[in-house]
T-cell receptor
Framework: LAKTTQPISMDSYEGQEVNITCSHN???????ITWYQQFPSQGPRFIIQ???TKVTNEVASLFIPADRKSSTLSLPRVSLSDTAVYYC??????????FGKGTTLSVSS | GAGVSQTPSNKVTEKGKYVELRCDPI?????LYWYRQSLGQGPEFLIY????????DSGLPNDRFFAVRPEGSVSTLKIQRTERGDSAVYLC?????????????FGSGTRLTVV
């Protein structure tokens, strides 16, 4: 079973910031939090990973509170091409990640 | 290669037949993972290799499914006596195994259709 809970779907408009929150109440000490993006007919693509506090790369930011029981993926100023399924996963390096159903993000103009 | 390569990209087979799906991971990646994905669902874990050995095969649904990675690089997922319920996209991913795991790289998958 997936160890995370996230919204099934979200809607947004172009240019808006989108925040997708994921709950992982039973996260273990050695677990990292990883987010993937998946477009139709493609394999999932790694977006960002973090352990605690805040991580930022050229695509997104990941906010992790001190208790690590949740995390928020932030996509700045989304465009139509950000329409995809976003998966939140937790797991330890060297173990297989377990995917849930993800959050389907729909961006409209 | 630059990415994870999976062949064939599409496979149509008749119920009861045997199929092999191939995965060519990124050069140097010691870990290799197989997942399958049905429409509207997230990828479902099947098996995970570290080097040549299966580190975790708990996701294989039954004994019709088997996977090998004899030289620690290319892997083959084998399905015997295929059933219509085996129809799905089979995804392969690879990664380094390091403490700070920066995630997997997935291939585009093999779409298997059992008719």
């Amino acid at each position: 079973l997936a160890k995370t809970t996230q919204p099934i779907s979200m809607d947004s408009y172009e240019g808006q910031e989108v925040n997708i929150t994921c709950s992982h109440n039973n996260i273990a000490t050695n677990d990292y939090i990883t987010w993937y993006q998946q477009f139709p007919s493609q394999g999932p693509r790694f977006i960002i990973q973090g352990y605690k506090t805040k991580v930022t790369n050229e695509v997104a930011s990941l906010f992790i509170p001190a208790d690590r029981k949740s995390s928020t993926l932030s996509l700045p100023r989304v465009s139509l091409s950000d329409t995809a399924v976003y998966y939140c996963l937790v797991g330890e390096a060297g173990t297989a990640l377990i995917f849930g159903k993800g959050t389907t993000l729909s961006v409209s103009s | 290669g630059a990415g994870v390569s999976q062949t064939p990209s599409n496979k149509v087979t008749e119920k009861g037949k045997y199929v092999e799906l191939r995965c060519d991971p990124i050069s140097g990646h010691t870990a290799l993972y197989w997942y399958r994905q049905s429409l509207g669902q997230g990828p479902e874990f099947l098996i995970y290799f570290q080097g040549t050995g299966a580190a975790d095969d708990s996701g294989l649904p039954n004994d019709r499914f088997f996977a090998v990675r004899p030289e620690g690089s290319v892997s083959t997922l084998k399905i015997q006596r295929t059933e219509r319920g085996d129809s799905a996209v089979y995804l392969c991913a690879s990664s380094f195994i390091i403490k700070y795991n920066y995630g997997y790289t997935f291939g585009s998958g093999t779409r298997l259709t059992v008719v």
